[in-house]
């Protein structure tokens, strides 16, 4: 899928429906003061998979800006919109 620009106007309904994507990210980074010790910060967002436009500029943002230095990083992500499940009824009942 082609990654889109879309205004802050835009709702979350219409992302949706333009193909984002509810995404999560673990994001595990050194301490300034303490390399030696971890902490984690969870970032959420919708966005576009597989290429994940978003994080990629908050990625970026925090290894310019941001002095602790990134460890790893895990994501999840999920449509939101999906199509309905199918399912045959078991059986059928009048109402007069």
Known sequence: MKERKTGSNESSLQRQL?????????I??????H???LQ?????????APNFPEL???????ETKIEGKLHSVK???AKLITP???KNADGMFAIN
């Open 18 to 26: 333009n193909g984002y994507r509810l995404t999560t990210a673990e």
């Open 28 to 33: 595990i980074y050194h301490l300034p003061d």
């Open 35 to 37: 390399p030696q010790l």
């Open 40 to 48: 984690e910060f969870i970032w959420q967002q919708h966005d576009i």
């Open 56 to 62: 990629r500029r908050f990625l970026h943002f925090w």
């Open 75 to 77: 994501v999840a992500s």
């Open 84 to 86: 309905g499940e199918i």
